[in-house]
């Protein structure tokens, strides 16, 4: 089992704290993954086996649990003889109905440390908020960055390192391709299975969803405009030019359904000169780009969207809010904050021409301000950076902390 230590190191600086941590993410992004290696993290620091409740709510071996008064139950009766702390790690809880009850009566009982994850954000938009009134940490967990990519393939050697981003643009991020051949058609239809089962039971059994077909056809939608802006008003008109039925209310209700299920990601606009968030026109990127190539196949006419997709998910992943920029018509790729940090990116497939090089760092040397602003291209071969703009290589970028 191949440390994820980003994630490991995050949850840690949680542990024995008295809040609940929640880890969310999509189906098979690798939270069980990250549950076994706290569990031993936990053995190895000298916690008692039986001081440990790990709950996999996806094994037949906790099916009976059916509901939040099981799950107490069982896990009370669990750590009755134990002393010392104890640790209650309970995977995929939204399979219990009710949950949220029985960990809100672990926390108020002072039972043990509390750990979940979960594959849907309902999972803090239930009861949970309301119970816990701010008393847990939300943690996501994506697929694999490039650089966990090029550690689960054992690969070193910096020669290696542009045909295997090759491979990370073809296959994305999912932790479950490396038990498999590199094969278009073994991960692809890995990559579909992941597809079908988080639109299946994330999106349309969670919401009660009867038009599973106008599900699909909005994914592939939002799947093939990816990284372009985007509008209920404007999906639901190019739905009635298709002759398919829906409503703009449909549209933006089934759109929040794949975002809860962590299968896209919204971008807002940001209007840099009026200093204020846009609400209509934003872009959505996927939560892997390997399921894009699921979906419609990979496609290199469309590599400047997955590039940018690529981007985006990394800066999520490194903990920035992420917004579109838009100021005097033009638009900046990505606004990257946290804390008191700012930057900006331009991200561009290759500089070949000077239309492009005037394009992409022009639009940032239009900013007048002193934050940090990179532009990101495929180029290997171009002048570092122009009028204090930088200019990175996309792997270097996804290798190295900003």
């Not at 992004?29 to 549950?35: A, C, N, P």
């Not at 079908?196 to 939608?221: A, G, Q």
């Not at 404007?234 to 209700?253: C, E, H, L, R």
């Not at 807002?268 to 968030?277: A, H, I, M, S, V």
Request: neutral net charge; glycine residues 6%; hydrophobic residues 40%.
């Amino acid at each position: 089992m191949i440390k994820r230590d980003l994630y490991l190191s995050r949850l840690m600086k949680y542990i024995d704290k008295p809040i609940i941590k929640v880890l969310t993410g999509i189906r098979r992004s690798g939270k069980s993954t990250i549950l076994k290696l706290l569990y031993n993290e936990l053995i190895g620091k000298g916690v008692k086996k039986e001081n440990i409740v790990f709950i996999n709510h996806e094994s037949l071996e906790f099916s009976f649990i059916k509901n939040y008064e099981d799950l107490f139950t069982f896990v009370k009766k669990s750590l009755r003889n134990s002393s010392g702390k104890k640790y209650i790690l309970l995977d995929e809880v939204q399979e219990v109905d009710k949950w949220e009850k029985a960990v809100s009566s672990f926390l108020a009982d002072d039972m043990g440390d509390i750990v979940i994850t979960g594959s849907n954000a309902r999972l803090l938009s239930s009861e949970l908020a309301t119970l816990l009134s701010g008393r847990y940490v939300e943690l996501p967990v994506l697929p694999l960055s490039f650089q966990e990519f090029l550690l689960f393939r054992n690969v070193t050697e910096k020669k290696e390192i542009d045909g295997e981003f090759q491979l990370y643009l073809r296959y994305g991020g999912f932790p479950g391709i490396h038990a498999l051949e590199f094969d278009d058609e073994m991960i692809i239809t890995y990559l579909n299975s992941i597809l079908n089962t988080v639109i299946l039971k994330d999106v349309i059994e969670r919401n009660n969803i009867r038009e599973s077909v106008l599900i699909e056809h909005i994914t592939k939608y939002l799947t093939d405009n990816c990284g372009n802006i985007s509008s209920a008003k404007g999906i639901s008109d190019y739905f009635k030019s298709q002759k398919i039925k829906t409503s703009i209310d449909t549209v933006i209700n089934y759109i929040g359904y794949l975002e809860k299920s962590f299968m896209f990601f919204k971008a807002n606009r940001y209007d840099l000169k009026g200093k204020k968030w846009l609400e209509v026109n934003n872009k959505y990127y996927l939560g892997d780009i390997g399921l894009r190539n699921g979906l419609i196949g990979y496609r290199e006419n469309d590599i400047s969207g997955v590039l940018e997709n690529l981007i985006y998910l990394e800066l999520i992943r490194r903990g920035y809010k992420v917004g579109i920029g838009v100021m005097n018509g033009g638009e900046i790729d990505f606004i990257a904050e946290k804390q008191n940090e700012k930057i900006y990116l331009q991200v561009c497939y290759m500089l070949s021409s000077d239309t492009v090089v005037q394009r992409e760092f022009g639009s940032l040397e239009s900013i007048n301000d002193n934050y940090r602003k990179i532009v990101l291209t495929l180029d290997k071969f171009f002048p570092l950076d122009r009028n204090g703009i930088e200019r990175m290589y996309i792997p270097d970028f996804l290798l190295h902390k900003t």
